[in-house]
């Protein structure tokens, strides 16, 4: 039987491919007709067990166990995430760990890929193609525009004559360039979406075959990639310039004629909107009334010279620590330590954060390094020799964002990198003014509108620009009366694009909207000294207390 094809009429036997209703070898997993059994039965290394075909309960395909041959797997180690036999469970290998039937986790992917390729095929797949579509669309009346706009430009040479020739050559090569440099996004996007609709197309007929597929190590080996697919790309806006003629004055400076206005380009990064894109990604919440704690959870930084300074909650309702100690710790809801951390310098850690896939990032200035960590595995990524990094948070599309402080210079920035590769570097604002105090506490965060928040406790102040770097806003707290005893130090924001700030000698929690305006505290939890925050997917605020150890997890929607 041909295993991506499940049951079939016609079966050969796997020996002899004689057509005549073989029988089946339970133990070998092979077809069988009568010629070759008496054959296959001599074989006395295996236990063989031949049934009518027609008698076969089942048509999976289990592989067959490497340490107790020819056992099937017909177990799967949920820890190990490995498929064993049942002489493996009592195995000093899988001892107390979770053991699962592998038919049910058979079956559970094969409602994944069900759920995938239907949303490929009914929802993805389709707006990609209308997105290349209208890219295709935009971009010839993009360029249309154009050879209309050059066409109105050699219409003005004929009226301005020799003197103007040259300066109007000039204009044309702008134009070119503008037109370029407009039209290369969309191209670059417009590729890019022709990748994904190739990668879709390639994801749709794998999952096809692996749904026609009974080999279970295949179907239980398939790794879902639609989230990739699933936030569609962002739009790209064209601000087209417009051509207004001078009046002339041939005695004037031929810079005169630079009369293209200003074009741009924008995104969107809302992106091509699905028809489930928007409802279900952020829906509406409204704040409660009075937040309350729903967990209150001691961790090991207690006692003297043991404070906790920061909290990373990842999607298995877990979270990360670290404090005034060298070891970084993996805590659950309730309160068990699950891992542990040491540090490569065997000294404190400044912050941690949790990537999208789960992995610990954590910064230590005392070798100032960036560290990755992924089952155990402590990777450096990041080495600096002038510059300290001191605060991380990693951003939707898998960046890392660093608060970094330069030695030699003493001024402070914040770096975007893209594994070990600097993409940005954000310091100053458009009078090239400092935008961060040096030196000092600062934790920052992304929202979902891209923008970075920044809580400078040296300045008092919340600073937040935009994606670009440019400074949108700074928040000193919601009266000026306060202004200087605000005392910011974690910061987050949620689905809502709202921003959370703790303010530590003031005992409570600032929430604004992601325009700046102060919406209200959290003041009614019991905190005490709140350092280092988070929010995990659910909107629920996790706070570490910097004095007493423990982290709060309290609900505000």
């Not at 949303?119 to 990609?128: A, Q």
């Not at 050059?150 to 109007?168: F, H, M, V």
């Amino acid at each position: 039987m041909d295993p991506q094809h499940g049951r079939q009429k016609n079966v050969n036997c796997d020996l002899c491919e004689n057509p005549d209703h073989p029988l089946y070898c339970e133990t070998c997993q092979i077809n069988l007709c009568r010629a070759c059994v008496g054959n296959h039965l001599l074989d006395s290394s295996v236990r063989h067990q031949i049934i009518p075909l027609e008698n076969r309960d089942s048509d999976l395909i289990f592989s067959i166990c490497k340490e107790h041959s020819p056992k099937p797997c017909e177990l799967h180690c949920e820890e190990c995430d490995v498929f064993i036999c049942i002489h493996c469970v009592t195995s000093s290998n899988h001892e107390d760990h979770k053991i699962e039937d592998a038919k049910r986790k058979f079956e559970i992917n094969k409602d994944h890929l069900q759920n995938d390729l239907q949303e490929f095929n009914n929802l993805i797949y389709t707006k990609y193609l209308e997105i290349a579509k209208d890219i295709r669309v935009r971009t010839s009346k993009l360029h249309t525009y154009f050879n209309e706009l050059e066409s109105t430009l050699s219409q003005q040479r004929e009226k301005w004559y020799g003197e103007i020739d040259n300066a109007i050559s000039e204009m044309q090569i702008d134009l070119l360039r503008i037109k370029n440099n407009l039209s290369l996004p969309l191209s670059k996007q417009e590729l890019d979406i022709n990748i994904n609709i190739s990668e879709i197309n390639q994801s749709i007929l794998d999952i096809k075959h692996l749904l026609q597929s009974n080999e279970v190590y295949k179907v239980s080996a398939y790794k879902s990639n639609i989230a990739k697919f699933r936030k569609m790309p962002p739009k790209i806006e064209i601000g087209l310039p417009k051509f207004s003629p001078p009046i002339l004055n041939f005695r004037t400076s031929c810079k005169q004629f630079e009369t293209f206005s200003d074009s741009y380009i924008t995104t969107d990064v809302r992106g091509y909107i699905t028809e489930t894109t928007e409802v279900e990604a952020f829906p509406f919440k409204q704040f409660l009334e009075k937040p309350f704690i729903i967990k209150n959870i001691k961790t090991q930084y207690t006692g003297f010279l043991k404070e906790l300074h920061s909290v990373s909650c990842n999607d298995k309702s877990e979270f990360w620590t670290c404090g005034k100690d060298s070891i970084i710790k993996l805590y659950n809801f309730q309160a068990e330590l699950l891992d542990s951390v040491k540090t490569k310098s065997a000294k404190e850690p400044w912050d941690v954060a949790t990537t999208t896939d789960g992995k610990l990032v954590y910064t230590d200035p005392n070798d100032n390094s960036v560290y990755i960590v992924e089952r155990k595995n402590v990777k450096k990524v990041l080495r600096y020799y002038d510059c300290r990094p001191r605060n991380v948070c990693c951003t939707s599309d898998g960046d890392l964002l660093f608060i970094i402080d330069d030695i030699i210079s003493e001024v402070t920035k914040v770096v975007r990198y893209s594994g070990s590769k600097e993409k940005q570097c954000i310091q100053s604002g458009d009078k090239r003014q400092p935008l961060f105090s040096y030196g000092d506490i600062k934790y920052l965060s992304e929202n979902r509108n891209l923008d970075i928040c920044v809580a400078d406790h040296g300045a008092h102040a919340l600073v937040v620009v935009n994606r670009a770097g440019k400074l949108r806003f700074t928040y000193s707290g919601p009266s000026p009366i306060g202004k200087g005893s605000f005392d910011p130090h974690g910061i987050a924001t949620d689905s809502q694009g709202m921003i959370l700030t703790a303010d530590t000698n003031k005992h409570r929690i600032h929430i604004l909207d992601q325009d700046g305006q102060f919406l209200r505290y959290i003041d009614n939890c019991d905190i005490h000294h709140p350092w280092g925050i988070c929010i995990d997917k659910g909107d629920n605020l996790f706070v570490a207390e910097n004095l007493t150890g423990k982290v709060k997890i309290i609900k505000y929607y």
